[in-house]
């Protein structure tokens, strides 16, 4: 499932879902030059480069206890991964955003090691810089919810506290307390990103901050969303355009009007989706062939496709077949997590679609 385009600090980002099983593994990392033990955390210090601009950065992995708030009683320890970019102290502190995937049983790999990390692991071969990191405006903490990754209960008997969803969110929501105490980042903008059913984890986690009086700058749904509000059906797909506009932006597959500045294109791209096709969508079977036909060039000005890949009776254009047509002419197909990574396109089985993305 693709979700609308995203903004963070000024940069536009178009991002998909797909569930991908990663071991976390050592060779995903940098080689050390430096080793710091601090109790149960690993410090090294890294660096990356992002479009010709080297990143120096301090990794941090360990885990940190989570405690019952009465008694002190440590009841399950959760694993993180962090990184922190070298800055000036004299300058506002950069934000921090908490990510971690879905569920049941997801670790934080496939949000760190194929999305938003300082390295990118590939099949078959090494790790590489990641082109599209966050780090370059924020800082990150990839966290395993208790029962993924490493991150277990300290006895099997407290695995009820957490295995639910009122005891995750709070889970996550009393690590980024500790971690924000014990790392001093209470004057960072505090941003937090859930993947899948992490969506609903970031909702619930947002609650238990702001409850605890932790405000959150900001709250990120990757490949789900939920509901704000009453939405017809049709809005629902027809919002989607902003997506298909975006990952057609960055591919250049828009025209040349439209390929001049994002933020505008989708804006006009959010203003006909929402104005012109969900109200078409909702009365399709009475358009006439000619209204139709509006429709349809349109969603393909919008999409970068051709307008024989608008289904004609539907008026709609299925995720996966956008992903598979938009660069069908480069014999590429776009990531289904990431709309801006490519891979070959194998035009014999669609199953192997889904696994050449991480190429």
Request: charged share 20%; net charge positive; hydrophobic share 40%.
């Amino acid at each position: 499932m693709f979700i609308s385009h995203l903004k963070l600090r000024g940069k536009w980002v178009a991002i998909t879902g797909i569930v991908i099983s990663l071991l976390l593994i050592g060779a995903c990392a940098p080689e050390r030059n430096q080793d710091l033990w601090d109790g149960d955390i690993i410090t090294t210090r890294h660096q990356t480069a992002v479009e010709g601009q080297t990143l120096s950065y301090t990794a941090k992995a360990g885990k940190l206890p989570i405690r019952d708030n009465e008694t002190g009683e440590v009841l399950a320890h959760m694993f993180f991964m962090a990184y922190s970019l070298d800055h000036d102290q004299n300058q506002s502190p950069r934000p921090v955003t908490f990510l971690w995937n879905g569920g049941p049983g997801a670790s934080s790999s496939l949000v760190h090691l194929l999305g938003f990390g300082p390295r990118r692991v590939r099949r078959g071969a090494p790790p590489v810089d990641n082109q599209g990191t966050w780090l370059e405006f924020t800082d990150l903490v990839f966290v395993d919810p208790v029962g993924t990754g490493y991150s277990r209960p300290t006895k099997a008997e407290y695995g009820s506290k957490f295995y639910q969803t009122q005891g995750d969110a709070e889970s996550v929501g009393e690590f980024i307390r500790i971690y924000r105490n014990r790392y001093e980042t209470w004057d960072a903008p505090l941003f937090i990103g859930g993947e899948s059913f992490g969506v609903r984890r970031a909702a619930g986690a947002a609650d238990v901050l702001l409850r605890r009086q932790i405000p959150v700058d900001g709250v990120i749904l990757i490949s789900a969303t939920l509901p704000l509000g009453e939405m017809s059906r049709e809005l629902k797909t027809a919002l989607m355009v902003p997506t298909y506009t975006a990952a057609a932006f960055v591919h250049k597959k828009l025209a040349s009007k439209l390929q001049k500045d994002m933020q505008a294109t989708l804006r006009q791209a959010e203003e006909w989706a929402k104005t012109e096709y969900a109200p078409a969508l909702a009365q399709q079977d009475s358009l006439s062939d000619s209204q139709k036909q509006t429709i349809i060039s349109q969603l393909a000005k919008f999409t970068g496709l051709d307008t024989n890949l608008v289904n004609p009776i539907t008026l709609r254009i299925n995720t996966n077949r956008f992903a598979k047509q938009l660069l069908q002419d480069r014999n590429q197909v776009i990531g289904l997590y990431d709309s801006r990574l490519v891979g070959p396109l194998d035009q014999r089985k669609s199953s192997t679609i889904r696994q050449k993305i991480p190429a």
